[in-house]
Each structure stands twice: as structure tokens, then as C-alpha cells.
């Protein structure tokens, strides 16, 4: 991540699955199939898409 904002591109997008590490595989990616219709556009464009089970956040690229 720290790469894409120094060099100030537009991909590739990234997902960042935060605070899962107490989860289950099976609910890690329960959470991103949730969620990846309401992302898949900002992942096209260039996106950094962080997921949590209680919040998600999106940071479209380049980062300026």
C-alpha cells in the first residue's frame, strides 16, 4: 500500500481484511463476498478497500 501512494498510480487495487485474524477462513471470506458488490466499481477504477466486520472504507488511487 505504502508503494501505490509513493508512487502515485491507479493500480492495482487492494483488500485489506482488518481486525479477522480471530475469525474463521469461511467468515474472512463471507465478509469479502458481502461486500465486494458494493466495491467491485471503486476496485475497477482503482481502489484501496478496507474490510472489517463492523465498518469499510474505500480510498480511490492515486492517493494524493
Known amino acids: 500500500m505504502?508503494?501505490?501512494a509513493l508512487r502515485r498510480t491507479a493500480s492495482?487495487?487492494?483488500v485489506l481484511l482488518?481486525?479477522?485474524n480471530e475469525l474463521p477462513r469461511e467468515a474472512?471470506?463471507?465478509l469479502l463476498i458481502a461486500n465486494?458488490?458494493?466495491v467491485l466499481d471503486d476496485l475497477g477504477?482503482?481502489?484501496i478497500v478496507s474490510l472489517s466486520p463492523t465498518r469499510m472504507?474505500?480510498?480511490r488511487l492515486?492517493?494524493?
Do not use: D
Request: glycine share 4%.
Open 18 to 20: 482488518r481486525h479477522v
Open 28 to 30: 474472512q471470506s463471507a
Open 36 to 38: 465486494l458488490p458494493t
Open 62 to 64: 492515486p492517493i494524493a
Open 2 to 4: 505504502k508503494l501505490l
Open 57 to 59: 472504507a474505500v480510498r
Open 12 to 14: 492495482p487495487s487492494v
Open 45 to 47: 477504477c482503482g481502489a
